[in-house]
């Protein structure tokens, strides 16, 4: 018996990617031009898959930041937080954040993976129960199997479930609710004011994930839960600086007087090297933009919608109505496969999503939008879309396109 024979489907699934072209998951960006297009191969390539919903990674003022961080601090701090890894830029950062979020309690974290492990594990143990929604990243579970907790799921987006859940519960024990605000791969919105009801109803903790979220919803851009007016009753905000900040890392922020006890519990927290300079001072910098300057939102929202109606009106099934994320269904993974190589061939980068990785075994044509994106550009997505689903004849025969 070989140690790898566990991961034996795997070669198999890496042939049949190959034979239909490119890698999807294999991409190499050669060089990044600016915050919408890269070089791959020596071609250009528009990007409408990298997260960059602010189209931040390319601002001046946060690139500069960034620079003089490393000039000031170095290039990584070669440590941990418990360690020598704490310097000024990580607690600027936490007061920065505890300011926008309304929060007492903020925890940077090295990336936002370790966010959601290092939260969920450092608040629930083996004497708690935590109650997922079923699309929860994989972070999340992640975050779950460490922490030793019980763990049930319920039905994606649905209080209901998770009502009829707790109620079944012995009363008095620790119960926390996981949702997340923006879900990453169909791009669905939950439905935060009734979780809050429900969570409220049964004395359970509430954590939501608002990683995609962040910088897309709400008047001041504080995520889904601001928007749905519930966020001083939402127990754990995680979020990512790796999305709409521009950055790299993560951070968990709380109003519960014992949160700052994650910094001696949490493990994810306490043994790893601490975030770097340069990510500090991009994310600091990219959420003074993301404060400052409503108009990015405003663009994003533009953009999200040109691209929703665009792929829509082709006969395009879609997963959700406009956001940051519009997801197309393909009916097989062989067909989302081919799909994605004419779009990549034609010089037009989006994620490809297959089972088991997407819920409910979809395959999905994923495009994340960006407020860097010109209306040309939304405009050159949705003619290659058209151009590709012609091709390959699966445009509805109700449209015109």
């Not at 034996?8 to 990044?32: K, Q, T, Y």
């Not at 910088?215 to 709409?244: H, M, N, Y």
């Not at 994620?351 to 405009?379: F, K, M």
Request: charged share 20%; proline share 5%; with cysteine.
């Amino acid at each position: 018996m070989d140690l790898f024979d566990k991961f034996g489907h795997l070669p198999e699934l890496r042939e049949r990617l190959a034979s239909a072209g490119a890698n999807p998951f294999g991409v190499c960006m050669d060089e990044i031009v600016s915050a919408t297009e890269a070089l791959s191969g020596g071609r250009r390539i528009l990007l409408a898959g990298t997260n960059n919903y602010l189209g931040l990674t390319f601002d001046p003022a946060c690139i500069k930041r960034a620079q003089d961080a490393i000039a000031q601090h170095g290039t990584g701090t070669t440590g941990s937080r418990v360690a020598n890894g704490t310097y000024d830029l990580h607690q600027s950062l936490e007061r920065e954040l505890s300011d926008f979020l309304g929060m007492n309690s903020v925890l940077v974290y090295s990336t936002g993976y370790q966010a959601n492990l290092g939260t969920i594990a450092g608040l629930a143990g083996p004497d708690d129960t935590i109650l997922i929604d079923a699309d929860c990243h994989a972070s999340i579970y992640d975050g779950c199997r460490l922490s030793g907790a019980t763990v049930i799921r319920f039905r994606h987006n649905s209080p209901a479930d998770l009502d009829k859940r707790l109620e079944r519960l012995a009363p008095g024990s620790n119960k926390l609710v996981i949702i997340e605000g923006l879900y990453s791969m169909f791009g669905d919105v939950a439905p935060l004011a009734e979780f809050v009801e429900v969570k409220r109803r049964h004395g359970a903790y509430l954590l939501a994930d608002e990683a995609h979220s962040v910088g897309v919803f709400g008047p001041s851009g504080r995520g889904v839960a601001e928007q749905a007016g519930v966020l001083d009753e939402v127990d754990f905000i995680v979020g990512t600086f790796s999305k709409s900040l521009g950055s790299m890392g993560g951070f968990a922020a709380s109003n519960h007087p014992g949160f700052e006890m994650l910094r001696l519990s949490s493990r994810p927290y306490m043994f790893t090297a601490s975030l770097s300079p340069a990510n500090l001072a991009a994310a600091s910098a990219c959420l003074h933009e993301l404060r400052s300057r409503p108009e990015l939102r405003s663009n994003l929202w533009r953009n999200a919608h040109a691209l929703h109606d665009g792929l829509s009106s082709l006969g395009l099934q879609l997963t959700a109505p406009p956001s940051s994320i519009v997801a197309v269904r393909v009916p097989t993974v062989e067909l989302a496969v081919a799909f994605w190589n004419r779009l990549f061939d034609a010089g037009v980068y989006v994620n490809l999503a297959i089972p088991p990785g997407t819920p409910n075994s979809t395959s999905l044509l994923r495009c994340s939008v960006s407020a860097a994106q010109t209306p040309e550009q939304i405009t050159r997505i949705c003619d290659t879309f058209r151009q590709v689903a012609k091709d390959m004849d699966l445009l509805q025969p109700t449209t015109s396109a």
